[in-house]
């Protein structure tokens, strides 16, 4: 559940042996993710295709997942904390950054799409 340029800064951190793997649901985010790692020349750094809900990569594979503004925007939170446990290692951490909305969103705000992604 990485994103964009983050990934890009945490291949940096992760080290030659490392790996980062970014996931996005939208093609246009995953052209513009997969080039500026090219730029960047991030040689360890992937992105792939996938919700948060059901995430493409391998059970046990992460060592920290980090998800930032994501899971507010899953219809099945449920189900996206369970695809971080799914993947991480055993003793993985994860890192969330989000938004807690605590009164009810109108249904016109709901279906205002640009609300959302900005």
């Known amino acids: 559940m990485l994103f964009r340029s983050s990934q890009v800064h945490r291949s940096t951190l992760v080290g030659p042996e490392g790996n980062v ?34 995430l493409s990569v391998d059970d046990g594979w992460a060592d920290m997942v980090i ?27 994860m890192q969330i950054g989000d938004i807690i909305v605590q009164t009810a969103v109108p249904p016109a705000a709901k279906e205002d799409i640009d609300l959302w992604t900005g």
């Open 21 to 54: 793997i970014g996931v996005d649901m939208t093609p246009e985010t995953l052209a513009k993710a997969t080039a500026g790692a090219a730029e960047a020349g991030a040689t360890n750094v992937e992105f792939r295709e996938g919700l948060a809900e059901k």
């Open 67 to 93: 998800s930032n503004g994501v899971i507010n925007l899953c219809p099945d939170k449920q189900a996206a904390f369970r695809e971080i446990y799914r993947v991480l290692k055993p003793g993985g951490k």
